[in-house]
Structures are given as structure tokens and as C-alpha cells.
């Protein structure tokens, strides 16, 4: 067997904890982490950027779990509802909370979502929500913000791109 390189074994390490503290969300919100949950869950936390239903569905069904695409979309609700995965609404797409091992705050994040590598994070967005209320408030609009993305290039896409010249 090769040996591993170490990006592969990071990149195990990092999935594998993501499943231990999404299993450990799960239990304490008392929703039940399936097996075919813990599989699409493992599926969008392999990468950093967001995948579409279809293309977990491609994936499992590579691996020999052939599903119906409502099942897949069931679990994703799950994974949602437990907020070990967030919507791109953009791409329609899902990735893993890339905060799963900060302590849960109760603010909302904005999403920064790499246009070159795809990559999603999170930083804190709660004044953005609260600007955005308050300003739909003044026009006598009542919001229901959900989400803010923003596009743009990641740190380490930039240090590439500072690199070529
Ligand atoms: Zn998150
Ligand atoms: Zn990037």
C-alpha cells in the first residue's frame, strides 16, 4: 500500500473529528443520527466546498448505497435542522459548518464563499442581520433575513495567485 501523504491523512483526521462533534450535536439536541445521515454528512464534510444533492447522491451510489433523491434530501434537512450543514443558496449546494468545533454562540454567520476553489466559511454575521432588520424595519418591511453569502477569493487563493506574479 502507498503510503498515505500527509494531506490525505489531515484531511482524515478533519472528517473524522467533524463526525465525532457532529455526532456529539446530534445527541444533544436529541435528533437521531442516522446511518444514511452520518453517510451524506461524511459525503459534504470530505471537501471545504459545497456539493450539491445530486452530486452526494452520485457519490453514495459510487460506494454501492443507491438512494432515492427524497431520502437524500430528508437527510440533508436533517443535517440542516441540526446545523452541522448550512444551505448555499447560491449554488444551491450544501457544505459543512466550518465552526462545528466552536462553542455554539447563537449568532448567525455570513458565508464567504471562494469563487476560485469553492471553499465556504463562516464568520460571525449577527451586526450584518441586525443592520439589515433594522433597515427593512425603517422602510415598514418586516424581514426574515436567512442568509448573507458573500463571493470573493479565500486567503490561501490569494497567497497562490500573490505568487504566480
Ligand atoms: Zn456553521
Ligand atoms: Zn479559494
Known amino acids: 500500500m502507498a503510503p498515505q501523504?500527509?494531506?490525505?491523512?489531515?484531511?482524515?483526521?478533519?472528517?473524522?473529528?467533524?463526525?465525532?462533534?457532529?455526532?456529539?450535536?446530534?445527541?444533544?439536541?436529541?435528533?437521531?443520527?442516522?446511518?444514511?445521515?452520518?453517510?451524506?454528512?461524511?459525503?459534504?464534510a470530505q471537501t471545504t466546498a459545497s456539493v450539491g444533492a445530486y452530486e452526494v447522491l452520485d457519490r453514495l451510489a459510487k460506494k454501492g448505497?443507491?438512494?432515492?433523491?427524497?431520502?437524500?434530501?430528508?437527510?440533508?434537512?436533517?443535517?440542516?435542522?441540526?446545523?452541522?450543514?448550512?444551505?448555499?443558496e447560491s449554488k444551491n449546494a450544501y457544505f459543512a459548518c466550518s465552526r462545528l468545533h466552536q462553542p455554539r454562540t447563537g449568532r448567525r454567520p455570513m458565508f464567504l464563499s471562494c469563487e476560485t476553489c469553492g471553499t465556504?466559511?463562516?464568520?460571525?454575521?449577527?451586526?450584518?442581520?441586525?443592520?439589515?432588520?433594522?433597515?427593512?424595519?425603517?422602510?415598514?418591511?418586516?424581514p426574515r433575513v436567512k442568509f448573507v453569502e458573500v463571493s470573493g477569493t479565500c486567503q490561501e487563493c490569494a497567497a497562490k495567485r500573490k505568487d504566480k506574479g
Open 65 to 88: 448505497t443507491r438512494l432515492a433523491p427524497i431520502s437524500v434530501y430528508r437527510a440533508l434537512d436533517a443535517l440542516l435542522e441540526a446545523g452541522v450543514v448550512h444551505r448555499l
Open 5 to 44: 501523504s500527509s494531506e490525505e491523512h489531515r484531511n482524515k483526521e478533519r472528517v473524522r473529528s467533524s463526525m465525532d462533534r457532529a455526532t456529539t450535536i446530534f445527541a444533544e439536541k436529541n435528533i437521531r443520527f442516522t446511518e444514511l445521515r452520518r453517510k451524506v454528512f461524511e459525503e459534504i
Open 120 to 142: 465556504v466559511l463562516e464568520t460571525d454575521g449577527e451586526d450584518i442581520f441586525k443592520s439589515i432588520d433594522g433597515a427593512a424595519r425603517n422602510a415598514h418591511f418586516e
